[in-house]
């Protein structure tokens, strides 16, 4: 995409929602399903006279946020009012950290790089405005909202490290329970800084920023246009303009926001209202206990561990519940391998087709385990395996039971897999025959008419064994 001599540089500024039960300084639910302009109060509408009182839930989770991104914790921090007259925000200001954040210098690996976190801070969401028509909307439940902002230090070189950055923070905050981080919903939005500048020098370019990027894929397609864009414009030595671009989606394209929107004349003054933020030591010692085993400590963990692949891992560490699961059907079935084949191929494709998540799988760890022990105790074959997971996802019956009622369980008895296979023979004369005069590839399909009609109680390379001795001895 780039030509050579430019070098890409990305900073990345994200807003994550913090999951509390109430708004960052006041008593209102925060809860998006009910109707417009229900969750508000005197306090999060900024009416004069009232006070706001910090959700200390909200610094909960921000601090567990701060340490699990490896950044150092400001003991005191403190809020101000960033002014700006927007329709949305009814007070006319709104309450973040500015000079004194919560929480600075942290860094998200990936791929052995580092990412640096300049800063972490609190601050509140602003209201929403819903265009419909000629009429403008507006819904004040928003407002008040708690969310961190994390900007990092342009240490980004590309739009696919920018996504893998991302997705790592995503992972991070989801696995610690700070935000559910849904794009879709606006859990988590991210604005990227793009600048170019020619390889090997210092000094930045100038830079745009890119906004309205609501998934990885418009995050990816959005940076790869800009770039594209400003490659082009250094090219033929005319200059970039710093400005503020809409992504999009629809012509994958970036306009210019009007510049009434983007004109970022913020005054900011500290807020009178709140006193500073003081954490001791003890609180900042007691979050960092409720800080789980974080996504890249248990890929480790599970590659040295159980010797699996890099690949299957990635993919069972990506949702923290969906490793927990595969933690409890090991605790029951020891073939981790055997395990995660099937957590990857069987039940992530049931999750995908019901589109649901692994909290609701209806089959329990411990059940499941009891299949995958059956199928490597060879008590059944995996053909008779998927049928019982099919039968499983359904009723309540536990796998043992299923089988016996199918009638799935291997047999042993030999005799009457030896009838079976002199009735095939006998009804394909033709095949047999071609099979005797040198024609050996025909062998496969008299083992698979076998194998149909055992329907997984033989072992399948038992019935392929038995087969071909019938034909080579002649045992008719
Ligand atoms: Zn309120």
Same mark, same amino acid.
């Given at each position: 995409?780039?030509?050579?001599?430019?070098?890409?540089?990305?900073?990345?500024?994200?807003?994550?929602?913090?999951?509390?039960?109430?708004?960052?300084?006041?008593?209102?639910?925060?809860?998006?399903?009910?109707?417009?302009?229900?969750?508000?109060?005197?306090?999060?509408?900024?009416?004069?006279?009232?006070?706001?009182?910090?959700?200390?839930?909200?610094?909960?989770?921000?601090?567990?946020?701060?340490?699990?991104?490896?950044?150092?914790?400001?003991?005191?921090?403190?809020?101000?009012?960033?002014?700006?007259?927007?329709?949305? %925000?009814?007070?006319?200001?709104?309450?973040?950290?500015?000079?004194?954040?919560?929480?600075?210098?942290?860094?998200?690996?990936?791929?052995?790089?580092?990412?640096?976190?300049?800063?972490?801070?609190?601050?509140?969401?602003?209201?929403?405005?819903?265009?419909?028509?000629?009429?403008?909307?507006?819904?004040?439940?928003?407002?008040?909202?708690?969310?961190?902002?994390?900007?990092?230090?342009?240490?980004?070189?590309?739009?696919?490290?920018?996504?893998?950055?991302?997705?790592?923070?995503?992972?991070?905050?989801?696995?610690?329970?700070?935000?559910?981080?849904?794009?879709?919903?606006?859990?988590?939005?991210?604005?990227?800084?793009?600048? &170019?500048?020619?390889?090997?020098?210092?000094?930045?370019?100038?830079?745009?920023?890119?906004?309205?990027?609501?998934?990885?894929?418009?995050?990816?397609?959005?940076?790869?246009?800009?770039?594209?864009?400003?490659?082009?414009?250094?090219?033929?030595?005319?200059?970039?303009?710093?400005?503020? %671009?809409?992504?999009?989606?629809?012509?994958?394209?970036?306009?210019?926001?009007?510049?009434?929107?983007?004109?970022?004349?913020?005054?900011?003054?500290?807020?009178?209202?709140?006193?500073?933020?003081?954490?001791?030591?003890?609180?900042?010692?007691?979050?960092?206990?409720?800080?789980?085993?974080?996504?890249?400590?248990?890929?480790?963990?599970?590659?040295?561990?159980?010797?699996?692949?890099?690949?299957?891992?990635?993919?069972?560490?990506?949702?923290?519940?969906?490793?927990?699961?595969?933690?409890?059907?090991?605790?029951?079935?020891?073939?981790?391998?055997?395990?995660?084949?099937?957590?990857?191929?069987?039940?992530?494709?049931?999750?995908?087709?019901?589109?649901?998540?692994?909290?609701?799988?209806?089959?329990?760890?411990?059940?499941?385990?009891?299949?995958?022990?059956?199928?490597?105790?060879?008590?059944?074959?995996?053909?008779?395996?998927?049928?019982?997971?099919?039968?499983?996802?359904?009723?309540?019956?536990?796998?043992?039971?299923?089988?016996?009622?199918?009638?799935?369980?291997?047999?042993?008895?030999?005799?009457?897999?030896?009838?079976?296979?002199?009735?095939?023979?006998?009804?394909?004369?033709?095949?047999?025959?071609?099979?005797?005069?040198?024609?050996?590839?025909?062998?496969?399909?008299?083992?698979?008419?076998?194998?149909?009609?055992?329907?997984?109680?033989?072992?399948?390379?038992?019935?392929?064994?038995?087969?071909?001795?019938?034909?080579?001895?002649? &045992?008719?």
């Amino acid at each position: 995409m780039t030509e050579d001599r430019y070098e890409v540089v990305i900073g990345m500024e994200i807003h994550a929602q913090l999951k509390t039960k109430s708004k960052m300084f006041c008593a209102c639910a925060v809860q998006f399903k009910d109707k417009p302009n229900s969750n508000v109060c005197p306090i999060c509408l900024g009416l004069p006279g009232t006070l706001p009182t910090v959700n200390f839930e909200a610094v909960r989770l921000a601090t567990r946020a701060a340490l699990a991104l490896n950044c150092q914790i400001n003991p005191k921090s403190s809020f101000a009012r960033k002014h700006y007259f927007y329709p949305d %925000l009814p007070k006319g200001y709104q309450i973040t950290q500015y000079k004194e954040p919560l929480a600075v210098n942290g860094f998200v690996e990936i791929d052995g790089k580092k990412i640096r976190i300049k800063r972490l801070h609190l601050e509140e969401d602003s209201g929403k405005l819903i265009h419909s028509g000629k009429e403008s909307l507006v819904d004040f439940n928003r407002c008040g909202v708690p969310l961190i902002e994390i900007v990092t230090e342009p240490d980004i070189n590309s739009s696919e490290e920018a996504v893998r950055y991302l997705e790592e923070l995503k992972r991070i905050l989801t696995y610690i329970d700070v935000s559910d981080c849904d794009m879709e919903k606006g859990h988590f939005r991210c604005e990227p800084n793009i600048s &170019l500048r020619k390889a090997g020098e210092e000094k930045l370019g100038t830079r745009t920023e890119l906004k309205n990027l609501n998934s990885l894929r418009n995050v990816r397609e959005g940076l790869e246009f800009e770039i594209a864009r400003q490659t082009t414009i250094l090219t033929r030595g005319e200059k970039i303009i710093q400005e503020t %671009l809409l992504w999009d989606e629809k012509t994958k394209t970036a306009q210019p926001m009007r510049s009434k929107e983007e004109s970022e004349d913020y005054r900011y003054f500290p807020e009178p209202d709140l006193p500073p933020l003081v954490l001791s030591q003890t609180f900042i010692d007691e979050v960092r206990k409720e800080i789980p085993l974080l996504p890249q400590a248990r890929r480790q963990l599970l590659i040295s561990k159980y010797q699996l692949d890099k690949n299957l891992v990635e993919i069972i560490t990506e949702d923290k519940k969906f490793a927990d699961y595969f933690d409890d059907v090991v605790k029951y079935c020891s073939k981790a391998q055997l395990v995660a084949n099937w957590l990857v191929t069987e039940v992530r494709g049931i999750l995908n087709t019901r589109n649901i998540a692994i909290t609701e799988f209806p089959i329990s760890s411990d059940v499941l385990a009891e299949l995958l022990v059956m199928l490597d105790k060879q008590e059944i074959t995996s053909k008779a395996a998927k049928i019982i997971f099919e039968e499983m996802l359904n009723s309540k019956k536990r796998p043992r039971e299923i089988a016996e009622e199918k009638g799935l369980l291997i047999s042993f008895d030999e005799e009457r897999l030896m009838t079976i296979i002199k009735e095939t023979l006998k009804e394909n004369p033709d095949v047999v025959e071609k099979y005797r005069k040198g024609k050996t590839t025909v062998l496969g399909f008299l083992i698979g008419e076998v194998l149909r009609k055992v329907q997984g109680r033989f072992l399948p390379q038992r019935v392929g064994e038995l087969v071909k001795k019938f034909l080579d001895e002649d &045992l008719r």
